[in-house]
């Protein structure tokens, strides 16, 4: 049983950056994959990329290349989220999951992490 | 890009009635290397992270109520509720694997309220 928990919301001006993190408990860290998925307000979900510790692979979806980094720090069990020049529209809660490799779909979801951009 | 359909966008059934989920691909989602479907369901409540129910297409989750179940193959899939209960009240979304672009793609989602 893997258990994600995830940093709390944050209120950051547009053309900052925010770094959300989720640690991990549970199985085996560096084994699987973890993904970031946001959700806008009231909007579907939206996958952004992923780290596969054990394979020292990161994959981003193409609309946040060059602005957004993952990375893992396996002797804590904990993945971190960095996305830059934020904007309104990204404004959203952005969730960590499980998956992605080695399995394609997410069976474990952390609690999210609502980042509100304003001015 | 890939793109998920669900239809419809929202549905009322009563309880204990049969409830019914579409979800259609623009690509094929079917690995001819392994003849599996890359193609999961979720199911999401207010406030909530969603939750996993089908993958595979049609492989229940561990703890899914077997009212639940997911058919299809290629481009078009369904998920089926066999008698709703006021429980799955929720938001329900699909989602595929597309390997070729390592794309991960969820359709628009489908509220599911009681009739």
Known sequence: ???LVQSGAEVKKPGSSVKVSCKASGGTFSSY???????????????????????????????????????ADKSTSTAYMELTSLRSEDTAVYYCAKGGYPL??????GQGSLVTVSS | DIV????????AVSLGERATINCKSSQSVLNSSNNKNYLAWYQQKPGQPPKLLI?????????VPDRFSGSGSGTDFTLTISSLQAEDVAVYFCQQYYSPLLMYTFGQGTKLEIK
């Open chain 2, 55 to 63: 993958y595979w297409a049609s492989t229940r989750e561990s703890g």
């Open chain 1, 1 to 3: 049983q893997v258990q």
């Open chain 1, 104 to 109: 394609f779909s997410f069976d474990y979801w």
């Open chain 1, 33 to 71: 994959a973890i993904s970031w998925v946001r959700q806008a307000p009231g909007q579907g979900l939206e996958w952004m990329g992923r780290i596969i510790p054990i394979l020292a692979r990161v994959n981003y979806t193409q609309k946040f290349q060059g602005r957004i980094t993952i990375t």
């Open chain 2, 4 to 11: 998920m359909t669900q239809s419809p966008d929202s549905l």
